[in-house]
């Protein structure tokens, strides 16, 4: 069983940045980012391939804000969130799946608890 713990979230302003980090506790996986806001199903953010993190896939809402990075020696996943929004709000998920990337929640097999970003106005 793999665990997986997502630290970095709070509250800021619009405007401001934030970097979520997520540690593993074993295995080699594509990781992915998603998010649920509330009343709203789990999206995807974005996800990075396995091992050299060489590719990459953003959902429109987020290209060019958010970049999503790996360090493979500390099995750890980030994901740099910067020009933040109030629709960004919303509980930030980790994945890890064993396939090639996915933008699809039934791609990742382990999942984090999550942890909460909230952006004012």
């Known amino acids: 069983q793999v665990q997986l713990v997502e630290s970095g979230g709070g509250l800021v302003q619009a405007g401001d940045s934030l970097r ?3 540690a593993a506790s074993g295995g080699t996986f594509s990781m992915g980012w998603f998010r649920q806001a509330p009343g709203k199903e789990r999206e995807f953010v974005a996800a ?3 091992p050299t993190g060489s ?3 953003y959902a429109d ?3 060019g804000r958010f970049t999503i990075s790996r360090d493979n ?3 750890a996943v980030y994901l740099q969130m910067n020009s933040l929004k109030p629709e960004d709000t919303a509980v930030y998920y980790c994945a890890a799946g064993l396939t090639t990337i996915s ?3 039934s791609a990742y097999k382990y999942w984090g608890q999550g942890t909460q970003v909230t ?3």
Do not use: D, F, G
């Open 20 to 22: 979520l980090s997520c």
């Open 48 to 50: 990075i391939s396995w």
């Open 55 to 57: 590719t990459t896939n």
């Open 61 to 63: 809402s987020v290209k």
């Open 73 to 75: 020696a500390k099995r």
């Open 103 to 105: 933008r699809v929640t």
């Open 119 to 121: 952006v004012s106005a």
